[in-house]
């Protein structure tokens, strides 16, 4: 009698924290999805790299959805040599690193890369394009893609400077190639990967972003505001975006200018990390004069941003890089209009009215269009209507994912 075969081990791996915005929801909700929807014959393992996801994991445990004994750690300890010269933030290991690159010498392995290929996992899953997958050697990996910033916009200093266009073009290049299956939120970020980088139609997999799990409409109501917002009299618009200059705050603050010396009274209200831009977007809102109508929130907790969205006047994605982006989809969820940048019709199409990025005048004409009660009843139904759209393409692609996932189980177990 024949034995039946073991479970096939995927090991989720979750890199990144809190602060670095979208991309860490998505992550836990890449976790959420896998574990839900994985059939029996699936044992799911996670791997929380820097320690931020433990929300998320726990949430997974309480569900029955993962099993606590499958929530793996790496070593407190780097016991090796080459573990600390790859890794260790002491000093004299920095130094190493630096000597051996000025010599064109690789160190070889890190930590991570190491404790992964050790594993007893069958795959490994990456929620998040961690680029540490292109060390692995022993397991096979499936890569998760969002975007191909640094070929669209390589005017932007942090898509280009200090070897960072390099950097993304080398780890996107060998993940995209190396991996077993890659999972791309669009069909538009496809085409531009298979013309970009020549990877075989097979291996893609389309699930758009969703909106953060963590967003909670219960906690909408104006108390919830920080106090400075709380307090305005005035309407806002809400944009919730790292301090990039490809985020584009900066226009932003020029379409408040515009309609503010126009008669009205508008603010902005800005929340994300400082990544180097923040300096200059607040030298050029100096310059307009409107530093007490532009609102820098820093970074904000999870539960006030319901109520930032809720009482805005709209969501604004000034973003240059595109296609998609997770913050419209959130306003959809709290029945707030959006106005975006054109690279998001892709995403968006009839939920959003939309600007030439380069364009305050045509922003702020979108800004007096939405104050206009039927404009933004129309926004927020094609808002909804656009959000179970992609509920829809959602569940297929995950489908999609556990169909692929079980077909590779055959060929590597």
């Known amino acids: 009698m024949s034995q039946s075969p073991r479970r096939f081990r995927i090991l989720v791996v979750l890199t990144g924290s809190a602060q670095t915005g979208g991309g860490f929801h998505q992550s836990a909700t890449n976790l959420r999805m896998i574990s839900k929807k994985s059939p029996p014959d ?119 400077t200090s070897q960072k266009f390099e950097d993304r073009e080398q780890f996107n290049s060998l993940a995209l190639r190396k991996a077993v299956l890659i999972v791309a939120e669009s069909q538009g970020l496809i085409e531009r990967i298979r013309v970009g980088f020549g990877v075989g139609s097979k291996k893609f997999v389309t699930i758009p972003l969703s909106p953060s799990t963590a967003l909670d409409p219960s906690s909408s109501g104006r108390e919830n505001l920080p106090v400075e917002i709380r307090e305005l009299k005035s309407p806002y618009v809400f944009y919730p975006a790292q301090l990039w200059t490809h985020k584009n705050h900066v226009r932003i603050a020029e379409a408040i200018a515009l309609l503010n010396s126009q008669g009205h009274d508008f603010h902005a209200v800005f929340v994300g990390k400082d990544h180097g831009a923040g300096p200059a977007i607040m030298r050029r809102i100096t310059d307009l004069g409107i530093s007490d109508h532009i609102h820098f929130l820093g970074y904000v907790a999870d539960e006030a941003i319901p109520a930032l969205y809720t009482h805005a006047s709209a969501l604004v994605m000034a973003s240059y890089v595109g296609p998609t982006n997770i913050p419209p989809l959130e306003a959809f969820v709290m029945g707030v209009p959006v106005i975006a940048s054109r690279v998001h019709e892709e995403q968006l ?65």
């Open 42 to 160: 699936f044992e799911i393992q996670v791997l929380d790299v820097n320690g931020n996801f433990r929300e998320a994991i726990g949430e997974a445990i309480s569900s029955g959805r993962l099993n606590p004994e499958n929530v793996l750690h790496l070593p407190e300890k780097l016991k090796t040599l080459n573990d600390r010269v790859v890794a260790s933030p002491r000093l004299i290991y920095k130094l190493a690193r630096w000597w051996l690159a000025i010599n064109g010498q690789k160190v070889g392995m890190s930590p991570v890369a190491r404790f992964l290929d050790n594993s007893d996992a069958d795959l490994v899953y990456f929620a998040s394009p961690a680029p540490v997958a292109t060390e692995l050697q022993q397991k096979p990996f499936v890569w998760t893609i969002w975007d191909l910033s640094h070929l669209d916009s390589p005017e932007f200093p942090e898509l280009r």
């Open 349 to 413: 199409h009839e939920g959003a009215l939309y600007f030439d990025p380069d364009d305050p005048e045509e922003l702020a004409q979108a800004l007096l269009d939405c104050q206009d009660d039927k404009t933004r009843k129309n926004l927020v139904a094609s808002g909804t209507k656009r959000l179970k759209e992609l509920e829809l393409l959602t569940e297929s692609g995950e489908d999609a994912l556990v169909k692929s996932l079980s077909r590779l189980s055959k060929r590597i177990l």
